[in-house]
């Protein structure tokens, strides 16, 4: 008989080896997972900048048919300044057949107020085109009547007009315009943008839900002679606004568990829910005593009849700035480095500055 031979013992890992093994993998899972996170980052931010670019050719081709851009509301005064009628509909609102919006623009009664029952259906609609992809609050914002109980869903955006430095609004009480491209009961053409399309802004990236200090009726007043056009020191305004709230401000409240009610209502045209403005550089942040949420604040709201001043300031989740639209329909990406005195530049259609493309 032959030899019976002995089989061979099969091999395995050790108990180290595994762990050498899980080490590997964890560590390449560590390297890969930024790089991940920053091509979907990436992607993100690509579909922002589309979403600005749908954005300007509708409000360029709402442009091409009324030989001027949108006003942000519509309002009429007595002789005693007083706020007779007003259409609150803002500038997102009037771009809707722009924005292959037909149906909805239809739906929506601009005789009357956003807020009337009548305008529902359109003020729920919630566009895409209206959402940054990186936002991390999209859900539809909601408002109760207290006195007849009923709920009004609205659609929200991450994109606001741009209303100027501060001044935004003056009624009857300081009429003119502010300088920026959009406003309360004006409307510029291509003509009035002296400073060139390609160096003026038209919307950016703001925050949904932003905590929201407005309708204070006491307007923080900038001081000296030069009354609309003079800046007050704005985040000591915010700071001082914020410690005592209760000095006429309210905030402008929020759905419950969300932060605030700024940017929450695409279709009304008041700064804090439908424009922004360069008081402040992108992403600044917001001082002591403010929650530690981002903060913005306007004075008497603009339908109430102003004079309005706002620090409505641009956010995005973006790392390191926000995606910017301007006037010639391009979309540039502002860090959130920019001087502070360009910004402001950029804001105004004729402000006669000079800005190099190199200072931002």
Avoid at 75 to 95: D, P, Y
Avoid at 184 to 213: C, H, M, W
């Amino acid at each position: 008989m032959g030899n019976v031979g002995t089989a061979k013992r099969a091999s395995a890992f050790t108990l180290i080896e595994l762990l050498v093994v899980i080490a590997i993998i964890a560590v390449l899972i560590a390297l890969l997972l930024p790089a991940v996170q920053s091509a979907r980052e990436a992607a993100r931010r690509m579909q922002c900048v589309n979403n600005l670019k749908q954005l300007g050719l509708a409000m360029h081709n709402y442009e091409s048919n009324n030989s001027v851009f949108p006003p942000q509301m519509v309002l009429t005064f007595n002789s005693a300044g007083t706020v007779t009628w007003k259409s609150t509909w803002g500038a997102s609102s009037r771009i809707a057949q722009f924005l292959e919006q037909g149906a909805l623009a239809n739906a929506m009664n601009f005789s009357v107020k956003v807020s009337d029952a009548s305008n529902s259906t359109a003020v729920s609609t919630q566009l895409s085109v209206f959402i940054c992809p990186s936002e991390v609050n999209s859900v539809a914002a909601t408002t109760t009547n207290a006195t007849t109980g009923a709920v009004t869903t609205y659609g929200i955006s991450n994109y606001g007009w741009c209303e100027g430095i501060w001044f935004t609004f003056g009624g009857p009480s300081m009429p003119g315009k502010n300088p920026g491209a959009f406003g309360p009961n004006q409307s510029r053409s291509i003509a009035n943008f002296q400073d060139g399309t390609s160096q003026t802004i038209l919307a950016a990236e703001v925050k949904t839900y932003t905590q929201a200090y407005h309708d204070g009726g006491a307007t923080p007043a900038p001081p000296g002679p030069a009354g609309m056009n003079a800046l007050p020191d704005v985040p000591t305004v915010l700071a001082s606004i914020a410690a005592s709230p209760g000095a006429g401000y309210k905030i402008a409240a929020p759905p419950p568990g969300l932060p605030g009610g700024g940017h929450t209502k695409w279709s009304n045209g008041n700064s804090f829910l439908d424009g922004f403005t360069t008081a402040l550089p992108p992403n600044t942040k917001s001082p002591a005593g403010t929650n530690g949420l981002d903060t913005d604040v306007t004075s008497e709201d603009e339908d109430d009849g102003g004079p309005t001043y706002s620090a409505v300031t641009s956010r995005s989740y973006h790392p390191g700035g926000v995606n910017v639209l301007f006037g010639d329909g391009s979309v540039k990406f502002i860090k959130n480095s920019i001087a502070v005195n360009t910004w402001r530049a950029l804001s105004t259609v004729a402000g006669g500055e000079v800005v190099s493309a190199d200072s931002y």
